[in-house]
């Protein structure tokens, strides 16, 4: 455990990654209410900015650029309280959201990964990853794929990761400005029957796995206009698909070129973001 804590210390910075969901298959409902499901996440090089700072007591501070994130119900808030309980440190921390938020893109499980692994890091807490994947499904079932800081079939609640190889390919992800909450679109999926398990890949298949639907989509396009004439839109340059409960539609470009002519034609109060897949959570490029 660091002593002599002191709040003149420099700030640490971390990014913490978005991600896509290459497709989503919902299996069945658990008796917790959760759901089982399948998927495919992806690393992608769209990030939130985190600045950690040590204090001289044990007050955790966090500022947000984001107005969308209540104190009350700030992931990021909730981690540090988790891995500094029973300790006597505390932090200031600085979120630069970058991540558009109730997007399907994992910013606030990411934002809550990095600050568990900054935090263990810079405290010389001593957790392993395990420990802290464990630490962090208390906070989200996306928090432990984070963590894990690599590409993922993912199983069970999301919890159950297995490293897949993937491709670094190119995407567009369009996000038009609105935030859809992922409980109210669970609660409103119906499940169909007989839903067969795929078979856990090592390996991104494009032909096989590159046009499996997100099973949540035809409901959310219903239930948010915006997001079925955005869904039509994205359609007109390649194959589109939702991530996650929404409201983030992604597709792999053609070339350069078109990623230029999406970015030019975008719909009013929608953004455009050219990114990259990773192979591996930066954090982990700076061990």
Known sequence: MIANINSSLPFNKFLA???????LKILNRRPDGYHNLQSVFQLISLYDEISIRLRDDNKINIENSSALISKKNDIA??????????????????IKKNIPVGAGLGGGSS???????????ICQLGLSKDKLMQLG??????????????NAWVGGIGDELHPIS????????????????TSSIFASFKLT??????????????????????????LVIKKFLTMSALMDWMKNFGYAKMSGTGSSIFLRPKSNFQSQEIERLKPKNTEIYGVKGLSVHPFYLTD
């Open 137 to 150: 499904l208390k906070l989200g079932a996306d928090v432990p794929f984070f963590i894990f800081g690599e």
């Open 166 to 181: 993937i491709p670094e390919f190119d995407f567009v992800v369009a996000v038009p400005n609105i935030s859809i909450s």
């Open 17 to 23: 990654p978005a991600k896509l969901n290459l497709f």
């Open 77 to 94: 808030y909730k981690a540090c309280s988790l891995i500094l309980d029973r300790t006597s440190i505390g932090v200031d921390i600085k």
């Open 111 to 121: 934002d809550a990964a990095t600050i568990l692994m900054a935090i263990n890091r």
């Open 193 to 218: 029957n007989n839903v067969n398990p795929l078979k856990i890949a090592s390996s991104f298949d494009s032909k096989k796995l590159g046009f499996i639907d997100n099973d949540l989509e035809s």
